[in-house]
């Protein structure tokens, strides 16, 4: 069965640049993407993520939407290791500039700000995060990193 | 519902405008009516003409409780935690002291869908610029409002704002989605959305472009729609009435480097200038950083106001008049010839906003709307000008696709762009603006 990626973003946040082309990206990279669109409600995360059992999450947040985002993410760990969680985008609030990625990573997904990394970075990321699903030690590699 | 009053005298901004001046519109949206009020001092002080009411993306989408319950804990913490300023959650008479107290007309600002609830609320507090349309607050703002149900609510908008104790600027968002949408896109909404607020006459309709990164293109753009929509107007059989240009500082994504920041800054400015627009809304130069602080969204006020009145001869803009002058007759061409097609299905303009949208011809890039068929695909071609593609024949004339067509190179087939390319198309081009001034 080939793996699935699941692919969003949470609550009030309409941000779709970087949706259409990731799922583009991960399209033309050859895996297999379900994209939730944007503005997405947490019970349809969480429906879709329940009836899909994805191997991947992607979730972009651009807005600093951050409850739903957090409360999506707690959901999705009960039933997906945290670590196949991928959360993009600009992770602050506020004109201060707060970054809200360390409470995020604390929860143990993966961040990835989207300004400083490229789409086929992000493709390489999933596709060692899958590789471990198949018995990679994705563990190792990034520990040795 | 909100009962619109008059004893609250509007500040009238549509005198601002007989001047001829480009007015100076920041944006932003505070939590709290105290941090709204900072701000707006800020502004003032940097001088600007017009004070932004930009609203949080909960009321926006309708999370009112959400919204509330975030701008009553602000209140306590002094942390904002709204994204803008609330306005269907503070209480009317603490909003009707802050609406009147600032010195300059407010313009709201706020990406709603269904707009009845906050414009009127808005109108009643004395709020004199209205921003949105039912396609361009609803296209790039929402994944599944319902269009039908979205026109209805604007509809009563505009009787609200017409109702209103002065005349109110309608503004559009003719931005949509602020990346790479093509011109003949953004005159069309312009031309549709302008001729809904005139069918109602609900107050003095400006139209609104934002920078694409192409000089020549957007004056072009401007120019096309100053000829266009007159002659639509015309075809509806409505009355001739003043339109305002509002011209909107480049939306895209900012560079981190603040020099580039400012040149990005100071070309639009200066696009607004000549291209004789009534407004120019601002960005600032660490718009890379995040959510503007008070002082840096004043900052670019004060960079935009000194590009207005300085030399502009120091900005390195070219614009390349002929290529400008060909542009613009082939977006009045087209323009006029698909307006034409809406015009023989129906008179009625609500109806033609509908049938823009479900023919495919109103499909700005990056929509998330379930509505748009997602067939148009706009790219950078390499002199920097924005040009668009499509998967489907017949949206657009096939003489206009293959006009297109001759910029983009081996980029007019889609499927072989990969999404690195189009994500540096996103980018504003400077390398393009230097190409074109050789």
């Given at each position: 069965m080939s793996q699935v990626v699941l692919l969003g973003t949470v609550g009030s946040d309409v941000h779709s640049v970087a949706n259409t082309l990731l799922e583009k990206a991960l399209d033309d990279s050859g895996l297999k993407v379900h994209n939730l669109g944007v503005a997405v409600p947490e019970h349809e995360?969480?429906?879709?993520?329940?009836?899909?059992?994805?191997?991947?999450?992607?979730?972009?947040?651009?807005?600093?939407?951050?409850?739903?985002?957090?409360?999506?993410?707690?959901?999705?760990?009960?039933?997906?290791?945290?670590?196949?969680?991928?959360?993009?985008?600009?992770?602050?609030?506020?004109?201060?500039?707060?970054?809200?990625?360390?409470?995020?990573?604390?929860?143990?997904?993966?961040?990835?700000?989207?300004?400083?990394?490229?789409?086929?970075?992000?493709?390489s990321h999933c596709r060692l995060l899958l590789a471990e699903k198949n018995g990679f030690d994705f563990q190792r590699i990034q520990d040795a990193r | 519902?909100?009962?619109?009053?008059?004893?609250?005298?509007?500040?009238?901004?549509?005198?601002?405008?007989?001047?001829?001046?480009?007015?100076?519109?920041?944006?932003?949206?505070?939590?709290?009516?105290?941090?709204?009020?900072?701000?707006?001092?800020?502004?003032?002080?940097?001088?600007?003409?017009?004070?932004?009411?930009?609203?949080?993306?909960?009321?926006?989408?309708?999370?009112?409780?959400?919204?509330?319950?975030?701008?009553?804990?602000?209140?306590?913490?002094?942390?904002?935690?709204?994204?803008?300023?609330?306005?269907?959650?503070?209480?009317?008479?603490?909003?009707?002291?802050?609406?009147?107290?600032?010195?300059?007309?407010?313009?709201?600002?706020?990406?709603?869908?269904?707009?009845?609830?906050?414009?009127?609320?808005?109108?009643?507090?004395g709020v004199s610029e209205i921003e949105g349309g039912p396609l361009s607050y609803s296209l790039p703002y929402s994944r599944d409002s319902d269009l039908v149900k979205v026109i209805n609510s604007w509809k009563e908008s505009e009787i609200c704002c017409r109702n209103a104790s002065e005349l109110v600027i309608r503004e559009t968002f003719g931005i949509l989605t602020a990346c790479l949408v093509p011109p003949v896109i953004a005159i069309m909404v312009n031309v549709l959305e302008c001729a809904f607020i005139d069918t109602f006459s609900s107050g003095i309709p400006m139209a609104s472009f934002g920078a694409t990164g192409s000089p020549y293109q957007d004056v072009a753009t401007i120019q096309a729609f100053r000829e266009i929509y007159p002659w639509f107007r015309e075809r509806m059989g409505l009355t001739e009435s003043t339109t305002l240009i509002a011209y909107h500082h480049w939306m895209g994504p900012f560079p981190k480097d603040r020099k580039l920041a400012e040149e990005i800054i100071s070309t639009g400015t200066y696009l607004a200038r000549i291209t004789k627009s009534n407004k120019v809304v601002t960005k600032?130069?660490?718009?890379?950083?995040?959510?503007?602080?008070?002082?840096?969204?004043?900052?670019?006020?004060?960079?935009?106001?000194?590009?207005?009145?300085?030399?502009?001869?120091?900005?390195?803009?070219?614009?390349?008049?002929?290529?400008?002058?060909?542009?613009?007759?082939?977006?009045?061409?087209?323009?006029?010839?698909?307006?034409?097609?809406?015009?023989?299905?129906?008179?009625?303009?609500?109806?033609?906003?509908?049938?823009?949208?479900?023919?495919?011809?109103?499909?700005?890039?990056?929509?998330?709307?379930?509505?748009?068929?997602?067939?148009?695909?706009?790219?950078?071609?390499?002199?920097?000008?924005?040009?668009?593609?499509?998967?489907?024949?017949?949206?657009l004339s096939e003489a206009f696709i293959k006009y297109e067509a001759s910029f983009l190179g081996r980029k007019k087939f889609w499927k072989y762009v990969s999404s690195d390319e189009v994500k540096l198309d996103l980018q504003y081009p400077f390398v393009s603006k230097n190409d074109e001034s050789k």
């Open positions: 995360w969480l429906s879709v993520a329940t009836y899909l059992r994805p191997d991947l999450v992607l979730i972009g947040s651009m807005n600093g939407d951050l409850v739903p985002l957090h409360n999506v993410i707690r959901k999705l760990i009960e039933i997906m290791p945290a670590h196949r969680i991928l959360i993009g985008g600009k992770l602050n609030l506020g004109s201060e500039g707060i970054s809200n990625a360390p409470f995020i990573k604390a929860m143990g997904v993966g961040v990835l700000q989207n300004d400083e990394v490229s789409f086929q970075e992000i493709i | 519902m909100v009962l619109i009053s008059k004893e609250f005298k509007m500040q009238d901004s549509s005198t601002r405008y007989a001047t001829g001046k480009t007015l100076i519109q920041p944006r932003g949206g505070r939590t709290t009516e105290f941090r709204q009020k900072m701000l707006w001092d800020a502004l003032i002080e940097a001088g600007c003409d017009l004070l932004p009411l930009t609203i949080d993306s909960k009321t926006r989408l309708g999370q009112i409780e959400f919204a509330s319950s975030a701008y009553e804990n602000s209140k306590i913490s002094g942390l904002e935690s709204l994204n803008g300023f609330p306005l269907l959650s503070v209480e009317i008479s603490s909003a009707r002291e802050l609406i009147s107290s600032a010195k300059l007309p407010v313009s709201l600002r706020h990406g709603t869908p269904y707009a009845y609830d906050l414009i009127s609320r808005a109108i009643d507090l600032t130069i660490d718009e890379a950083l995040g959510v503007p602080t008070d002082k840096t969204n004043a900052n670019g006020v004060r960079l935009t106001k000194a590009v207005l009145s300085g030399d502009h001869d120091a900005l390195n803009v070219f614009i390349d008049e002929g290529k400008s002058q060909e542009e613009t007759e082939v977006l009045i061409h087209e323009c006029k010839l698909q307006l034409e097609k809406l015009l023989d299905k129906t008179p009625n303009v609500s109806q033609m906003l509908l049938d823009s949208v479900q023919s495919g011809l109103i499909d700005p890039p990056f929509a998330p709307h379930r509505s748009c068929i997602g067939k148009l695909k706009a790219l950078r071609a390499i002199d920097g000008s924005v040009r668009v593609t499509s998967d489907q024949p017949g949206i």
